[in-house]
């Protein structure tokens, strides 16, 4: 029997998997692969990286302790593991990131690289205007979506292909990683529980509760699919089952992100600039004081409550409300007068869900450099966004333990006074808003 090589990368589950799929129309055997890469391994935080670990250790525990995982530069493990093999063929999931491309193309001059698939419902480059041009704004991105359509999942599992044993195999194997510290339970079985969970739950709700970082309203799913423990088109499946407002607003998510794989994919200069590139020249603050302010954003002590429970939650839990996520970016951008893309580096440091094209796309929303991005006069009042959003300040409260003893709404305010052991804060918002504007004003074409 002929060997496939299937190597898994953001597609860490078995069920669902076209890759396997493929593999099997062709009749070979294959041998399950993953390669620790140090180019990525270094750029993703301590959450992000044990999440990884628990999914390969799952994957590996549904293939019985076939999973092969070495450590290297792909494009050169790849081809030796390959034709130690002598596989025919090397198959993957297709990567559409800046890196992802750039690998790929690599690997694929010394291999028959077979690509099957993608981690989207509908992957970058299929969703055009009539002239084959790309959408730059949502909603007529949706419309089109919706238009195009998705593939129905396929039934793929351990037993769709028959699997090779690594132990088999003259190359240096190394250990899957021990997670440094405990979070969240990863791997296509937590992953299928969380969902349905979510759907029994709360799916019905979601539409007016999602907005509510208090409740824990929303399903956690960035989380599985960032390292695709599921497919989204498995979730679409089941959204379209539910026929509510609630599943048409989650269906609306999910071609977000699609949407901003797609606009990475077609600007990859985006992952680190602006998309306008306007916005190259407006002013931002340096100095010891930028600094000092950038510090206190990061530790959750600017001495706005619902800003610091945000970021205290991120610290605590890899994880942010997406609500919340845009109001302590507005703060970093419009407030603190700090560069878009110091804030997402630090969250990609830090997020579980850590996706590229969503976070560098998320804060240029908020900074106003991006597609369908927020009004640059648009600038979030943290004060009256808490009151809003938290209205019994209960996430506040969870977060913020110097304010606990602050009853409802009041603990954003702070109008009856501030605890001694919590801070003041850093800035004026009302001031700081017109400075921004004049900001913005100043790179406003006319």
Not at 376 to 405: A, H, S
Request: charged share 30%; hydrophobic share 35%; with cysteine.
């Amino acid at each position: 029997m002929d060997t496939a090589l299937v190597w898994f990368r953001r597609d860490l589950r078995l069920g669902d998997l076209p890759t396997l799929h493929t593999v099997a129309e062709s009749g070979a055997g294959a041998l399950g692969l993953f390669v620790l890469d140090d180019r990525l391994l270094t750029t993703s935080g301590g959450a992000r990286r044990d999440f990884l670990f628990r999914s390969l250790a799952a994957l590996d525990d549904r293939l019985d302790g076939r999973l092969l995982v070495v450590k290297g530069d792909p494009v050169d493990v790849v081809p030796r593991v390959a034709k130690k093999v002598a596989a025919g063929e090397v198959h993957v999931s297709a990567d559409y990131g800046p890196y992802g491309r750039e690998r790929d193309a690599a690997v694929a001059e010394h291999v028959d690289l077979v690509a099957t698939g993608s981690p989207y419902a509908v992957a970058p480059g299929r969703v055009t205007k009539a002239d084959g041009e790309p959408y730059r704004v949502f909603t007529p991105y949706f419309r089109q979506w919706l238009e195009h359509g998705w593939r129905a999942p396929i039934d793929t599992g351990p037993a769709t292909v028959e699997w090779m044993d690594p132990d088999d195999v003259k190359t240096r194997r190394v250990t899957i990683p021990e997670p440094e510290s405990d979070g969240y339970t990863a791997g296509e079985a937590a992953a299928l529980e969380r969902w349905a969970e979510f759907c029994e739950d709360d799916l019905a709700g979601y539409e007016d509760a999602r907005d509510r970082p208090g409740l824990d309203a929303t399903s956690r799913m960035s989380v599985y699919l960032k390292y695709g423990n599921i497919h989204p088109r498995t979730m679409l499946r089941d959204l379209a089952r539910r026929r509510s407002k609630s599943a048409e607003q989650y269906r609306r998510q999910l071609a977000w992100r699609d949407f901003y794989a797609d606009i990475l994919f077609q600007r990859p200069d985006s992952a680190r600039g602006n998309y306008d590139r306007r916005f190259d020249h407006i002013r931002y603050d340096s100095g010891p004081d930028a600094e000092e302010a950038y510090t206190a954003w990061c530790e959750g002590r600017t001495g706005f409550p619902i800003v610091d429970a945000g970021m205290r939650q991120l610290k605590a839990e890899g994880w942010m409300h997406n609500r919340v996520r845009m109001i302590v970016a507005s703060f970093f951008v419009k407030d603190l007068h700090l560069p878009w893309w110091r804030g997402a580096r630090f969250f990609m440091n830090q997020l579980v869900d850590g996706d590229l094209a969503n976070n560098q796309h998320g804060w240029q929303w908020t900074a106003g450099s991006g597609t369908d991005a927020s009004p640059y006069f648009r600038v979030f009042n943290p004060t009256t966004q808490g009151e809003k959003f938290d209205p019994d300040g209960e996430y506040v409260r969870r977060w913020v333990p110097e304010l606990r003893g602050i009853s409802g709404k009041a603990v954003h305010a702070l109008k009856d006074g501030r605890p001694e052991d919590y801070p003041p804060p850093i800035v004026d918002h009302a001031h700081e808003r017109q400075e921004a504007l004049a900001r913005y004003g100043e790179i406003k074409t006319p």
